[in-house]
């Protein structure tokens, strides 16, 4: 299994412009999530997803928006992007039974470095 | 989920055990701890969790505390390739989606 994989590894933006983070898992998990990490601090939650077609707000998701249109993908899409939006962006997916009780471990992938000038 | 104070930094001697205190004093009866670490620019890598009783694994030990106030992970034998941040997470068993991340502890192995 390759586990959690994100696409690209590094991107300059200009202001303004608009990408979409690529995140693919092979672990048929049900649960995915998007977290931003700043230099020198902990992750943040952006968006999480318990399942195909289902898609819910974290921590810091003004600016960003999600789609869950299979259980293997979970692209993160920035419109109009800001230096704000300058950050480490990881991909992690965990599976959960229905309810989401009880323990999971989730799954990072390497991470996509962006930089908004 | 309940807050955790972890120590900025610590070191490590190559070869000696490393213990890695974490402080979660308002932890509720169905709250879980977890412990992850991120070695240099990489994504977060589960290392061990637990609810009341100590755990083992693999890579490491989890004590926790008897009133569950606070934990220790303890790295046997600490090796250069542990060098990296050590996140204490607390998490309620039913908040599935949530693992908060603070700032956590950076442990340097030293040769």
């Known amino acids: 299994n390759a586990g959690v994989t994100q696409t690209p590894k590094f991107r300059i933006l200009k202001i303004g412009q608009s990408m979409t983070l690529q995140c693919t898992q092979d672990m048929n998990h049900n649960y995915m999530y998007w977290y931003r990490q700043d230099p020198g601090m902990g992750l943040k939650l952006i968006y999480y997803?318990?399942?195909?077609?289902?898609?819910d707000k974290g921590e810091v998701p003004n600016g960003y928006n999600v789609s869950r249109s299979t259980t293997e993908d979970f692209p993160l899409r920035l419109e109009l992007a800001a230096p704000s939006q300058t950050s480490v962006y990881f991909c992690a997916s965990s599976y959960s039974k229905a309810g989401g009780f009880g323990y999971n471990e989730q799954f990072f992938g390497p991470g996509t470095r962006l930089t908004v000038l | 989920d309940a807050k955790t104070t972890q120590p900025t930094s610590m070191d490590c001697a190559e070869g000696r055990a490393a213990n890695l205190p974490c402080n979660h004093s308002t932890i509720s009866g169905n709250e879980y701890v977890y412990w992850y670490r991120q070695i240099h620019s990489q994504g977060p890598q589960y290392i061990i969790h637990g609810l009341k009783n100590n755990e083992t694994n693999e890579m490491a030990s989890l004590i926790i505390t008897e009133d569950r106030k606070s934990s220790t992970l303890i790295l046997p034998h600490a090796t250069l390739r542990d060098t990296a941040v050590y996140y204490c997470i607390v998490r309620s068993g039913g908040s599935n989606y949530k693992l908060t991340f603070g700032k956590g502890t950076l442990l340097t192995v030293n040769p």
């Open positions: 997803s318990v399942g195909a077609g289902i898609t």
